[in-house]
């Protein structure tokens, strides 16, 4: 009777029950029957004993060679002893007893046949992206097989998880994801059930939160762990538990989430699962870590490594994206960047995108935080052309979202396909672009707010206001003296509260739901988190800067003057006559002027001379009745020759001095303008 239910035993999570019958039934009995050796090998690797299981599968094995007849069964054998050496981690014993089962199979296409391809498969992904092809062709063999068969549904399952898995390795997280969802139908039926088929619940799960459908992987999780209970399948529990971990890590409750991974902890400690403990040491690490608990995550870290080993491989990549989590909370920034880059080269030469995608993300944190700008930014360049390739906007908004100044870089990378990215991420986000220089302009999401949606003049500026002041905590009476200066505080702050409705109103306009962007809290006014302001003017002052830090190099000077000269414009808030704007407008001329002059002499020193004269006009028109301008002028035309163009300015010079100042210019500028005419009358 034993061997004819023991299977089903084992098949609807009954095997501890099993092996209590056969450790029943004399030793001599079972010893002389490879059926029960099999069975009972077979059920004790998932009651969490892989050694006693390999013994008694090898004495199956022994007994069914004799005989031609059970070929079948030999092959079953050398199936399961490939299963218990892929459980425990040793992946060569693995290879070699799925190549005994090939070679003893009967040539037929039967259910074992498709085990046997589906297991070669998955070996040939663990050996690395080099035999990803082999690994696919292993798959796609089974799953020809198995459509054959009715009530193949759990190893059908198994085949699309194992398939999903390399394309999640290749990169593909999408495909992953459809083939996943596609192999959690075929067991979402009370009828349909495979010892430790939470793996490939898990596995949906995970790539769910991955492309941010958080609820969809709550609904995966809870179902398995419901069926998983149901058939005492404690093996499934864990990795589901785990499963658990990331979702309310990825929600932010973090003691939730460490009470999971404590409990996969246990189970995969009690059934000795070597192969999952590295994972699951690596989990409870960067929980442990970001609840400040850091003794705790660097034994973990330990754990992972005397697991693991220090050799470099694929499985080495997320130990080392791990431990950088560690140094980088610890504020060891100069060890994580390193580990990091070590991780980032693991995973170039692994061909593993998904990881580096995640370790570009990773390390630009971390230099920007180290103030390495520039290669934070290249960092996320090669992000941001992996999630083009590959699909990974949800992960790139997640991440962009929980630090502003990415963002920001990212817009400058590509301004359109990132607003539509965040757009269509389902995360609350708005950007709002507000553009002071010029004629006064708001963007949020890309589209204007239009004049007529402010309703008034005061309520754009009130908002522009707090924007630029965005550094400071602004209470009401500020603001208010702001913008309506002069005007009784019992008028002034109806119109205010009027005002920040109408910002709420013309915000609702663009983005179609009510959303106000400005929050009072603790007496001051100011934005909410998830509003992003860019300013404009800080783009400028930050381009000014570097052109300042660029005179010594006129090739990297000339596109940043003529950027600085198109974003000026016509100068801060044109049209806008308050106080604080005419304040502001001053302080931005007088940048650019300055820029402009020692630009004028960068290019002077360069004999760019035309760019010199240029650049020094544009100084001109911003302040005409500046003096050392037409000097420094003048002493550029006398270098090419155009003395009839001296002559003019200092013409049209003198005759603004007396009509607007009713003076005459100074000695020094007549003392020039002589000396270089004279010169050209002697030449």
Same mark, same amino acid.
């Given at each position: 009777?034993?061997?004819?239910?023991?299977?089903?035993?084992?098949?609807?999570?009954?095997?501890?029950?099993?092996?209590?019958?056969?450790?029943?039934?004399?030793?001599?009995?079972?010893?002389?029957?490879?059926?029960?050796?099999?069975?009972?090998?077979?059920?004790?690797?998932?009651?969490?004993?892989?050694?006693?299981?390999?013994?008694?599968?090898?004495?199956?094995?022994?007994?069914?060679?004799?005989?031609?007849?059970?070929?079948?069964?030999?092959?079953?054998?050398?199936?399961?002893?490939?299963?218990?050496?892929?459980?425990?981690?040793?992946?060569?014993?693995?290879?070699?007893?799925?190549?005994?089962?090939?070679?003893?199979?009967?040539?037929?296409?039967?259910?074992?046949?498709?085990?046997?391809?589906?297991?070669?498969?998955?070996?040939?992904?663990?050996?690395?992206?080099?035999?990803?092809?082999?690994?696919?062709?292993?798959?796609?063999?089974?799953?020809?097989?198995?459509?054959?068969?009715?009530?193949?549904?759990?190893?059908?399952?198994?085949?699309?998880?194992?398939?999903?898995?390399?394309?999640?390795?290749?990169?593909?997280?999408?495909?992953?994801?459809?083939?996943?969802?596609?192999?959690?139908?075929?067991?979402?039926?009370?009828?349909?059930?495979?010892?430790?088929?939470?793996?490939?619940?898990?596995?949906?799960?995970?790539?769910?939160?991955?492309?941010?459908?958080?609820?969809?992987?709550?609904?995966?999780?809870?179902?398995?762990?419901?069926?998983?209970?149901?058939?005492?399948?404690?093996?499934?529990?864990?990795?589901?538990?785990?499963?658990?971990?990331?979702?309310?890590?990825?929600?932010?409750?973090?003691?939730?989430?460490?009470?999971?991974?404590?409990?996969?902890?246990?189970?995969?400690?009690?059934?000795?699962?070597?192969?999952?403990?590295?994972?699951?040491?690596?989990?409870?690490?960067?929980?442990?870590?970001?609840?400040?608990?850091?003794?705790?995550?660097?034994?973990?870290?330990?754990?992972?490594?005397?697991?693991?080993?220090?050799?470099?491989?694929?499985?080495?990549?997320?130990?080392?994206?791990?431990?950088?989590?560690?140094?980088?909370?610890?504020?060891?920034?100069?060890?994580?960047? /390193?580990? %990091?880059?070590? +991780?980032?080269?693991?995973?170039?030469?692994?061909? !593993?995108?998904?990881?580096? @995608? *995640?370790?570009? #993300?990773?390390?630009?944190?971390?230099?920007?935080?180290?103030?390495?700008?520039?290669?934070?930014?290249?960092?996320?360049?090669?992000?941001?052309?992996?999630?083009?390739?590959?699909?990974?906007?949800?992960?790139?908004?997640?991440?962009?979202?929980?630090?502003?100044?990415?963002?920001?870089?990212?817009?400058?990378?590509?301004?359109?396909?990132?607003?539509?990215?965040?757009?269509?991420?389902?995360?609350?986000?708005?950007?709002?672009?507000?553009?002071?220089?010029?004629?006064?302009?708001?963007?949020?999401?890309?589209?204007?707010?239009?004049?007529?949606?402010?309703?008034?003049?005061?309520?754009?500026?009130?908002?522009?206001?707090?924007?630029?002041?965005?550094?400071?905590?602004?209470?009401? /009476?500020? %603001?208010?003296? +702001?913008?309506?200066?002069?005007?009784?505080?019992? !008028?002034?702050?109806?119109? @205010? *509260?009027?005002? #920040?409705?109408?910002?709420?109103?013309?915000?609702?306009?663009?983005?179609?739901?009510?959303?106000?962007?400005?929050?009072?809290?603790?007496?001051?006014?100011?934005?909410?988190?998830?509003?992003?302001?860019?300013?404009?003017?800080?783009?400028?002052?930050?381009?000014?800067?570097?052109?300042?830090?660029?005179?010594?190099?006129?090739?990297?000077?000339?596109?940043?003057?003529?950027?600085?000269?198109?974003?000026?414009?016509?100068?801060?808030?044109?049209?806008?006559?308050?106080?604080?704007?005419?304040?502001?407008?001053?302080?931005?001329?007088?940048?650019?002027?300055?820029?402009?002059?020692?630009?004028?002499?960068?290019?002077?020193?360069?004999?760019?001379?035309?760019?010199?004269?240029?650049?020094?006009?544009?100084?001109?028109?911003?302040?005409?009745?500046?003096?050392?301008?037409?000097?420094?002028?003048?002493?550029?035309?006398?270098?090419?020759?155009?003395?009839?163009?001296?002559?003019?300015?200092?013409?049209?010079?003198?005759?603004?001095?007396?009509?607007?100042?009713?003076?005459?210019?100074?000695?020094?500028?007549?003392?020039?303008?002589?000396?270089?005419?004279?010169?050209?009358?002697?030449?």
């Amino acid at each position: 009777m034993i061997k004819n239910i023991g299977y089903h035993f084992v098949n609807t999570g009954k095997s501890a029950t099993l092996c209590s019958y056969i450790d029943n039934l004399p030793v001599e009995m079972v010893n002389a029957s490879p059926k029960l050796l099999a069975m009972y090998g077979y059920a004790l690797l998932f009651c969490g004993h892989p050694d006693a299981a390999a013994v008694n599968l090898k004495k199956a094995a022994k007994i069914f060679k004799q005989s031609k007849r059970a070929a079948g069964k030999l092959a079953e054998t050398y199936y399961q002893l490939g299963s218990i050496s892929f459980t425990v981690g040793d992946y060569k014993k693995a290879m070699r007893w799925l190549m005994k089962a090939m070679r003893v199979h009967p040539r037929r296409k039967d259910l074992n046949l498709a085990g046997i391809y589906n297991s070669l498969g998955l070996l040939h992904a663990r050996t690395g992206y080099t035999r990803y092809r082999d690994a696919i062709i292993a798959f796609r063999k089974a799953s020809n097989i198995v459509h054959r068969f009715h009530g193949s549904e759990a190893l059908e399952a198994s085949i699309m998880n194992n398939w999903a898995m390399v394309e999640r390795k290749s990169g593909d997280i999408r495909s992953a994801h459809e083939r996943l969802l596609a192999a959690i139908e075929l067991l979402d039926n009370e009828k349909v059930f495979s010892p430790q088929c939470g793996v490939i619940f898990a596995n949906a799960a995970r790539h769910c939160i991955y492309l941010g459908m958080m609820d969809r992987a709550y609904q995966i999780l809870q179902s398995a762990i419901e069926k998983s209970t149901a058939h005492n399948d404690t093996f499934s529990l864990a990795v589901l538990w785990r499963g658990c971990a990331l979702y309310y890590e990825e929600k932010g409750d973090l003691d939730v989430a460490r009470e999971y991974i404590q409990k996969a902890l246990t189970t995969v400690q009690e059934l000795h699962i070597t192969r999952l403990m590295p994972a699951v040491y690596q989990d409870l690490c960067r929980i442990n870590a970001a609840l400040g608990q850091y003794a705790e995550a660097e034994e973990n870290i330990r754990l992972v490594k005397t697991n693991q080993g220090e050799k470099d491989s694929p499985v080495r990549i997320m130990t080392l994206m791990t431990e950088a989590l560690l140094y980088r909370r610890q504020n060891q920034l100069n060890k994580a960047q /390193e580990h %990091l880059q070590h +991780a980032l080269s693991l995973s170039k030469k692994y061909r !593993q995108p998904f990881e580096a @995608f *995640r370790i570009n #993300i990773e390390l630009a944190r971390v230099e920007h935080e180290l103030g390495e700008h520039q290669d934070a930014v290249n960092q996320l360049s090669d992000a941001l052309r992996l999630t083009r390739e590959k699909g990974y906007t949800y992960l790139l908004c997640r991440a962009m979202i929980s630090t502003g100044w990415m963002v920001n870089e990212f817009m400058k990378l590509d301004h359109r396909y990132i607003l539509n990215m965040l757009q269509s991420s389902g995360l609350p986000c708005h950007v709002v672009e507000v553009n002071l220089l010029g004629t006064p302009r708001v963007f949020v999401d890309g589209k204007e707010i239009l004049p007529a949606y402010w309703k008034t003049s005061k309520a754009m500026k009130t908002f522009c206001y707090l924007c630029y002041s965005e550094h400071k905590k602004l209470g009401r /009476e500020p %603001l208010i003296e +702001a913008v309506w200066r002069g005007i009784p505080l019992s !008028q002034s702050s109806k119109r @205010f *509260r009027k005002a #920040i409705h109408h910002v709420r109103k013309a915000f609702e306009q663009v983005t179609g739901v009510s959303d106000n962007p400005i929050i009072y809290k603790d007496e001051s006014y100011g934005f909410a988190g998830h509003f992003h302001i860019f300013l404009d003017t800080k783009e400028f002052l930050s381009l000014v800067e570097r052109a300042q830090n660029s005179m010594d190099d006129f090739n990297t000077l000339n596109p940043l003057v003529k950027k600085i000269l198109r974003m000026y414009g016509s100068g801060f808030a044109r049209g806008w006559y308050e106080p604080w704007t005419e304040q502001v407008r001053s302080q931005y001329k007088g940048k650019m002027e300055e820029l402009l002059v020692s630009a004028a002499d960068a290019a002077k020193g360069n004999r760019k001379f035309d760019w010199a004269i240029l650049w020094l006009k544009h100084a001109i028109e911003m302040n005409p009745l500046e003096e050392e301008y037409h000097r420094k002028l003048w002493q550029v035309f006398s270098r090419v020759g155009r003395i009839k163009d001296i002559q003019e300015d200092f013409r049209k010079l003198k005759q603004q001095y007396r009509k607007e100042l009713k003076m005459d210019l100074s000695d020094e500028t007549m003392e020039l303008y002589q000396s270089l005419t004279q010169c050209s009358r002697r030449g």
